[in-house]
């Protein structure tokens, strides 16, 4: 598979005011996070919230600026020009998690779905309106002229990410930024959404960027991992390696917060590995530190992403055996 996007050093630091006081402190949103997506693959970006998931998708798209570093599509550099924005606008399509916050609830479906089509002048009228269609059917949303009549507020809440999808999917772009797309809907139609994505993915062969706190659909739909903490990536590879052999503290306590099906293992104590987060907002060496139960003295140094096995690596001065 060919690489159609990269992720070079990237930054983005936003300063935090204080009431009552003129003086602020630097939230490192994102800090230094490299990585790179090939063609049709799912890469699923992970972690608790405040993490940078989502600033990282919106320094993808340009609608914030980022600090440094470099953003690589198709072997380009997207930079501040007209040209490359309006280019990986049209190429990288995101999903946002409130199905009904990200679309106009004044607007008909088949305007929502038509208007990326009209913005990037797409064809004429009967070829826009032809796509429309088409796309609602990719979705499953039939009759998809009726559909096509309705408003947002007509539809349940699994429809209307369905029509948020179709509207991704109307450009026909190589890449989808999917944050948290499921986390709203009920568990009954999470499975069939994921589904229906996994279907259009490998259909078009479209690569994924999957945002996402939970790591049981994060195992079901992607490929490769990167574990987000405080602005950073402190543990990377491929899927089922890093959540079957974690080898960072931060990394096995996402895993231990997964729910559990069997009502018979409930009683269970998992093993506390995490400590509660500091309040301040400031840290020396290891970020993870404050809440970690391994840290030693030489986690006074930041560490750095070391390779594992393979293509598996991990941001750790104690690597966690591998588990069993």
Do not use: W
């Not at 800090?31 to 608790?48: P, R, T």
């Not at 916050?101 to 009967?126: F, T």
């Not at 796509?131 to 209307?160: C, D, F, N, T």
């Not at 490929?223 to 405080?230: F, P, S, V």
């Amino acid at each position: 598979m060919t690489e159609i996007l990269k992720i070079e050093h990237l930054k983005k630091y936003f300063t935090k005011k204080r009431i009552f006081s003129s003086a602020g402190s630097s939230v490192k949103a994102v800090d230094d996070v490299s990585f790179s997506i090939k063609k049709g693959e799912v890469f699923v970006l992970a972690g608790e919230s405040g993490s940078g998931k989502s600033t990282i998708a919106k320094l993808i798209l340009k609608s914030i600026q980022a600090d440094s570093g470099k953003i690589i599509f198709e072997n380009q550099e997207i930079d501040n020009e007209n040209i490359n924005i309006k280019k990986i606008r049209m190429n990288c399509q995101m999903i946002h998690q409130d199905p009904y916050d990200s679309i106009n609830p004044r607007m008909k479906i088949e305007d929502i779905v038509l208007e990326p089509l009209e913005i990037h002048n797409i064809g004429n009228k009967k070829e826009r309106n032809r796509r429309m269609i088409e796309v609602l059917q990719e979705v499953k949303l039939e009759p998809a002229k009726e559909i096509s009549k309705k408003y947002p507020h007509m539809l349940s809440g699994g429809q209307r990410q369905r029509v948020v999808l179709a509207r991704a999917l109307a450009l026909k772009p190589k890449i989808i930024l999917a944050d948290e797309p499921v986390s709203m809907l009920d568990v009954s139609i999470r499975a069939e959404m994921l589904e229906l994505m996994k279907e259009l993915q490998k259909k078009y062969n479209i690569s994924f960027i999957y945002i996402t706190h939970d790591l049981a659909t994060a195992k079901y739909f992607g490929q490769r991992i990167g574990i987000l903490y405080l602005g950073k990536i402190v543990e990377t590879g491929p899927i089922e390696e890093v959540l079957e052999n974690p080898r960072h503290p931060y990394t096995q306590a996402l895993i231990d917060a997964i729910s559990e099906p069997n009502p018979n293992n409930l009683n269970i104590k998992k093993e506390i590995r995490i400590k509660d987060p500091p309040d301040a907002d400031e840290f020396e060496g290891c970020r993870f530190k404050p809440r970690c139960t391994y840290a030693i003295e030489k986690c006074c140094k930041e560490p750095d992403l070391e390779k594992v096995e393979g293509d598996h690596y991990s941001a750790c001065h104690i690597k966690l055996e591998q588990s069993e």
